[in-house]
């Protein structure tokens, strides 16, 4: 059979963002494929260099759409280190309130497109309902219901009443049986099985050669969560589970998003009954001693790392980004190889891309 | 133990291991803040300590290359994760911008070095770069305002 080449994107129906492939075809199956990202550059690590510590954060909360806070985060983490700045646990506790929060949010858009690739539906009516009520928390608390602001060198902007504290313990209780609910679907419906079992398998092998990152490398069974392992405070008091599958499909990285997500909601029920008193944030100085560091927390994709250079003045010498998406999109190619071309969406979801973050 | 006398002794460990392996090689080391350490070394030793830190003490997973320009150099970081942050940090004199690929020791790599190859201009011997990855494709004819977009001298085109 002769070969053909097809083009996808890179505007395209499976992602609302940009990305090319070139998939190489014979007949139904899709032999190899090529792709190209870079489409959405922005050019943040260049404009990172001529803007304030300050107007920085605001800066990083752009460079996704979806993990904005956990950037604010690891970015605000790095600059008081370099500061010796010593955050109010009060402080430190919300911000991982907003991650966790954030976490179940991504997961259950993830969970609902994933579902819209494979022609399920009624999954993602359902998971995209139950993210309104993530959504609701945190617009409450914040006033914004995807950039939330909430970030500021030395601590948070906000602080928690008692009313928000009922209303989140309330709308937890809601949340965590539509989350088991969704897993019982995952985990015994038929025809969900049929469409993601052995889909896009990659090796545990695979995933360490490529340094796979995030719910990805935790479906094919390597151990490995930031907040566990290199525990960046508030996590080094909190107990939870990191959950890991070892089958490396595109179930797998279905089942392990959504015990994340029930993790998540034990999580918010623990820094909020831990909450301690006090104040939320301490005063920062604008100019930054020179010095640099790197650091690390936990996306909802994966592992996301700064690299921060001062050189004393108020402005950062050098800031490196790296997102999670980036590092899972290696293995794109050799998912992409000796399957069908119905898959091939599945598999492009399975990853979690966000090209916004990867092409910063 | 705590974690952070558990990261000093394994430092120990891989800083006599190395100077064992290489008794020629001068490295240095910096303790960096959030559990991170900076080993300072030459651009032709990245390679064998890279092989060496996989054989002996399974680090495999590298987070990504920083590539900075510094003013005296252009700076590569290897930021390496094996429960601790241990980075590898060498300079680039500006008349000779090479260094070999890692990609044949970790494929993961090449999205890192064709990143840096094309914001900085650093050639990573023996990696292939099918055009580039995050600038528009005819940025190399000369299209765009600059060569090198994270270069201290972006703005004067040369």
Redesign the interface.
């Known amino acids: 059979m002769s070969k053909i080449t097809v083009p996808i994107g890179p505007q395209h129906p499976l992602l609302k963002e940009p990305l090319a492939f070139s998939l190489t075809m014979e007949g139904e199956h899709v032999i190899e494929s090529s792709m190209r990202i870079g489409y959405v550059h922005r050019g943040i690590e260049r404009l990172s260099q001529e803007r304030t510590y300050v107007q920085n954060v605001h800066l990083f909360e752009r460079v996704c759409g979806i993990c904005s806070h956990v950037h604010t985060t690891t970015f605000c983490q790095g600059v008081e280190a370099l500061l010796e700045l010593e955050v109010p646990p009060r402080g430190l506790y919300l911000r991982a309130l907003l991650c966790e929060l954030e976490r179940i949010h991504s997961h259950m858009l993830w969970l609902g497109v994933q579902a819209r690739n494979i022609g399920f539906d009624t999954i993602f009516m359902y998971a995209w309902r139950d993210r309104e009520i993530v959504l609701d928390i945190m617009e409450n608390l914040s006033g914004g219901r995807v950039s939330h602001a909430v970030n500021i060198i030395g601590g948070v902007r906000i602080d928690l009443t008692p009313e928000h504290h009922d209303m989140i313990l309330k709308q937890l209780d809601i949340l965590e049986p539509q989350i088991e609910a969704l897993l019982g679907v995952v985990e015994n419906e038929r025809s969900f099985q049929a469409r993601t079992r052995n889909i896009g398998v990659l090796s545990l092998e695979q995933i360490r050669r490529y340094c796979v990152v995030g719910p990805v490398a935790r479906a094919s069974g390597l151990d490995m969560d930031i907040r566990r392992d290199a525990p960046y405070p508030p996590y080094d008091q909190l107990r939870f589970r990191v959950p890991v599958r070892y089958e490396g499909d595109a179930w797998a990285r279905t089942m392990v998003r959504i015990l994340e997500m029930v993790e998540s909601v034990h999580l918010c029920r623990q820094l909020l009954t831990d909450l301690p008193d006090g104040p939320t944030s301490v005063r920062a100085k604008r100019r930054v001693p020179p010095g640099e560091v790197v650091s690390r927390a936990e996306a909802p994709r994966g592992e996301v790392i700064y690299y921060i250079r001062s050189d004393g003045s108020d402005k950062p010498a050098r800031v490196k980004v790296r997102t999670p998406t980036l590092t899972n999109l290696i293995t794109l190619p050799d998912q992409l190889q000796n399957i069908s071309m119905a898959d091939v969406s599945v598999i492009l979801s399975g990853v979690d891309l966000c090209i916004a973050c990867a092409d910063r | 133990m705590s974690r952070l006398l558990t990261q000093i002794y394994l430092f120990e460990e891989i800083f006599a291991t190395l100077q064992l392996a290489f008794p020629n090689e001068e490295f240095s080391v910096q303790g960096?803040?959030?559990?991170?350490t900076f080993l300072i070394l030459a651009p032709e030793m990245v390679r064998p300590v890279v092989e060496l830190l996989m054989e002996k003490f399974d680090v495999?997973?590298?987070?990504?290359i920083?590539g900075?320009d510094t003013g005296n150099g252009v700076r590569l970081?290897y930021?390496f994760?094996s429960?601790?942050?241990i980075?590898l940090s060498t300079l680039l004199p500006y008349d000779n911008l090479s260094v070999p690929t890692l990609t044949g020791l970790?494929?993961?790599?090449?999205?890192?070095e064709r990143e840096v190859h094309e914001m900085l201009g650093v050639t990573f011997e023996g990696l292939d770069t099918?055009?580039?990855?995050?600038?528009?494709d005819d940025w190399e004819d000369g299209a765009g305002p600059v060569r090198y977009?994270?270069r201290q001298n972006?703005n004067e085109k040369s």
């Open positions: 960096k803040p959030i559990d991170d495999y997973h590298l987070s990504t920083t900075d970081l930021h994760w429960g601790y942050g980075t970790i494929p993961g790599a090449a999205f890192y099918p055009g580039p990855m995050f600038l528009p977009p994270l972006a």
